[in-house]
């Protein structure tokens, strides 16, 4: 399995951008689906965003389609997600998780992911 290390979290103002990074440890990164999810306080962890081994497909919540973009590298065992236009409603830890399947991560309510990172804090002031 792999190890997962989320960075980038913080304060920012709504209409604001923050970059996530999710750093693994391993040889074998690039075998696996990765994913983005959130949770607020007092509300259910959420799936963000997902994608797959290759980085040819993603999938967005509805809530961050348009605004959010996931992406990778493998050859720096990286996934990174672009957040553009934050709300308040944003803010949220944010996780990233490895999944050998990338269908998985599309399952509503699904959270037995393979590896899971600490988590960063997004704080989005109105």
């Known amino acids: 399995q792999v190890q997962l290390v989320e960075s980038g979290g913080g304060l920012v103002q709504a209409g604001g951008s923050l970059r996530l990074s999710c750093a693994a440890s391993g040889p074998t990164f690039s075998l696996y689906a990765m994913g983005w999810f959130r949770q607020a306080p007092g509300k259910e962890r959420e799936f963000v965003a997902a994608?797959?081994?290759?980085?040819?497909?993603?999938s967005y919540a509805d809530s961050v389609k348009g605004r959010f973009t996931i992406s990778r590298d493998n050859a720096n065992n990286t996934v990174s997600l672009q957040m553009n236009s934050l709300k308040p409603d944003d803010t949220a830890v944010y996780y990233c998780?490895?999944?050998?399947?990338?269908?998985?991560?599309?399952?509503?309510?699904?959270?037995?992911?393979?590896?899971w990172g600490q988590g960063t804090q997004v704080t989005v002031s109105p």
């Open positions: 998780a490895a999944d050998r399947n990338y269908r998985d991560f599309l399952e509503p309510g699904r959270f037995g992911h393979d590896s």
């Open positions: 994608i797959s081994w290759a980085g040819d497909r993603s």
